[in-house]
């Protein structure tokens, strides 16, 4: 049980445009689900929480506008860089919880801006 | 969210136990201690957790000191498989319903060797 499915799993985009990341709680509901990002031979940092129904939480330094995240069901989060650039490549990594227990974490999208 | 030290990286060969220590010396009483491990180019995968008493689960043994201000994580016999990096992660329970945030340190990088 509590699989969480993301998508795609790596993607490639040219500088300007935007890409669109799923993470889909499979067989629970999530009521909140995060999402980090993480460089290479670094660790994960939190860009910000998502809450079905309401409006993300980002964290210090992460800019809301540019990180667009929609949790419209209980099920499912997005996330959508715009207007991705080359500094925008990284790993990202969604995350689902539903009570105060073991959080479980996507596979992980591999983002390369070119 | 207390802060946790580990060492930088360890190694262990397979088949051996591997012990890996944490520190978070300035932990609450409401506080949790988590470990998850990742391994390359994969999200996060969560082992175990405790309070204060020892526990054990088909991956890992968690041994929480008196009190309460260092644990270590064992794997009882490593295997390759297993080299990963093992993240100790101290939160406090937001309550039933709700979900807070998991913030990861730089963790410990584990080798198994033949």
């Known amino acids: 049980g509590a699989v969480v499915s993301q998508h795609p799993s790596w993607v490639i985009c040219k500088s300007g445009t935007s890409v669109k990341i799923e993470c889909r709680s499979l067989?629970?509901?999530?009521?909140?689900m995060f999402w980090y990002r993480q460089f290479p031979k670094q660790s994960l940092m939190l860009m910000a929480t998502s809450n079905e129904g309401s409006k993300a939480t980002y964290e210090q330094g992460v800019e809301k506008d540019k990180f667009l995240i929609n949790h419209a069901s209980l099920t499912l989060s997005t996330l959508t860089v715009t207007s991705a650039h080359p500094e925008d490549s990284s790993f990202y990594i969604c995350?689902?919880?539903?009570?105060?227990?073991?959080?479980?974490f996507g596979s992980g999208t591999r983002l390369t801006v070119v | 969210d207390a802060k946790t030290t580990q060492p930088t990286s360890m190694d262990c060969a397979e088949g051996r136990a591997a012990n890996l220590p944490c520190n978070h010396s300035?932990?609450?009483?409401?506080?949790?201690v988590y470990w998850y491990r990742q391994i390359h180019s994969q999200g996060p995968q969560y082992i175990i957790h405790g309070l204060k008493n020892n526990e054990t689960n088909e991956m890992a043994s968690l041994i929480i000191t008196e009190d309460r201000k260092s644990s270590t994580l064992i794997l009882p016999h490593a295997t390759l498989r297993d080299t990963a990096v093992y993240y100790c992660i101290v939160r406090a329970v937001a309550g039933t319903g709700t979900a807070s945030k998991l913030t990861f340190g730089t963790g410990t990088r584990l080798q198994v060797t033949l």
């Open positions: 300035t932990i609450s009483g409401n506080e949790y």
């Open positions: 067989d629970f509901q999530a009521t909140t």
């Open positions: 995350s689902a919880g539903v009570f105060d227990y073991g959080y479980t």
